[in-house]
């Protein structure tokens, strides 16, 4: 036994069978759709390393589709918080986790709540207020792929971050060979201003490109102005008033020819299906969450001298970040017809 492990074990007389009967790895990873599939290497690597334990997710119960489209969660434990914070508790059932995994964040708070379950072995990071866990250093400058499959091979499992691939869904796309567009994002600072995006989509459809615009909860009155804009028929809006259900939004992604979005879970979306797509960065570097370096993805991100080189903006601000306003309609247009050609 490693000295990791045996600083890591929990209390004697522990026994990890869960409901099933299995022991159960618990992976907190309470974030959202783009932070779920960053980690799918990760939860690859610890399906291949622990084959005879369930693996329980914790993360908000609205990704549970997205858990079982990767084909490697057997439970969503739905966990509740607000933005990224790290939920107050989870709901954990049964005897304590045979393993528990922090890809939530760097502690302390994500280090504590999974302590509290009493796991026979906890994996984090290393933080000076849980000096208890070993775990690596964190690196502020390194890729979130990169990031958690380092953490795990630390601990001996090791997870290629460029195994990022979902099994494309057998429902057909209610759109094939569609450019789809998503104009939406959690935060103004990475929302690309609506009048660029419909000035995008409405040369594409003049060059004769079929264009959908997609709209997370909330967002319909933006894609719905971006499709009038773009004199885009009514049906071209998918979602709005609520997410487009995952397995028909997956379908649609899957068979598109190309996908225009901002640094949003769409953006990982495209790259876990290997569909073309043109990425529009502004406050955080690709360096920090862009997709693999690919032909067939495209980053658009327009820096300014001197500035950070990896967080040169506010990711939560109101307004659009001043890199997103220096990539041009036209650039844009150009990158999206070169994957249609």
Same mark, same amino acid.
């Given at each position: 036994m490693s000295?990791?492990?045996?600083?890591?074990?929990?209390?004697?007389? $522990?026994?990890?069978?869960?409901? !099933?009967?299995?022991?159960? /790895?618990?992976?907190?990873?309470?974030?959202?759709l783009g932070d779920l599939l960053t980690v799918v290497p990760c939860l690859r690597a610890l399906r291949r390393s622990r084959p005879d334990c369930d693996i329980v997710l914790a993360a908000p119960g609205r990704l549970a589709p997205v858990a079982a489209a990767t084909g490697l969660v057997d439970r969503v434990l739905p966990t509740t918080a607000p933005g990224r914070a790290v939920p107050d508790e989870l709901a954990w059932d049964g005897p304590p986790p045979e393993l528990a995994v922090d890809l $939530? *964040?760097?502690?302390?708070? !994500? $280090?504590?709540?999974?302590?509290?379950?009493r796991p026979r072995r906890l994996l984090s990071y290393r933080h000076a207020q849980t000096s208890d866990l070993p775990g690596p250093e964190w690196l502020a400058d390194e890729h979130e792929? &990169?990031?958690? %499959?380092?953490?795990?091979?630390?601990?001996?499992?090791?997870?290629?971050?460029?195994?990022?691939?979902?099994?494309?869904? !057998?429902?057909p796309s209610p759109a094939p060979g569609a450019v789809v567009v998503h104009p939406g994002a959690d935060s103004g600072s990475r929302r690309w201003p609506v009048e660029r995006f419909a000035a995008v989509a409405r040369a594409l459809r003049r060059s004769g490109q079929p264009v959908v615009v997609t709209a997370g909860a909330g967002?319909? @009155?933006?894609?719905?102005?971006? =499709? &009038? &804009? =773009?004199?885009?028929p009514p049906g071209a809006v998918v979602g709005g008033a609520d997410d487009v259900p995952f397995a028909e939004l997956c379908a649609l992604v899957a068979? =598109?020819? %190309?996908?225009?979005? *901002?640094?949003?879970? /769409? @953006? $990982?979306?495209?790259?876990?299906?290997g569909t073309a797509s043109v990425v529009l960065f502004g406050p955080v570097a690709p360096r920090l969450w862009g997709p693999p370096a690919h032909a067939r993805h495209r980053v658009l991100w327009r820096p300014g001298t001197g500035e950070d080189p990896l967080r040169p903006g506010d990711a939560h601000a109101p307004l659009p970040d001043p890199r997103l306003l220096r990539i041009t309609v036209q650039e844009v247009v150009e990158a999206v017809l070169g994957h249609c050609a």
């Open positions: 000295a990791q492990e045996r600083t890591a074990r929990g209390r004697p007389g $522990h026994h990890p069978g869960g409901p !099933s009967g299995r022991p159960r /790895v618990l992976v907190l990873r309470a974030l959202g $939530h *964040g760097n502690g302390p708070a !994500s $280090h504590l709540l999974l302590q509290r379950l792929r &990169e990031r958690w %499959c380092r953490l795990l091979g630390w601990y001996g499992i090791e997870a290629d971050p460029g195994d990022l691939a979902i099994a494309r869904p !057998s429902r967002e319909g @009155a933006l894609a719905g102005r971006v =499709a &009038e &804009e =773009a004199g885009l068979d =598109a020819r %190309c996908v225009l979005v *901002g640094d949003t879970g /769409v @953006a $990982h979306l495209a790259t876990a299906l």
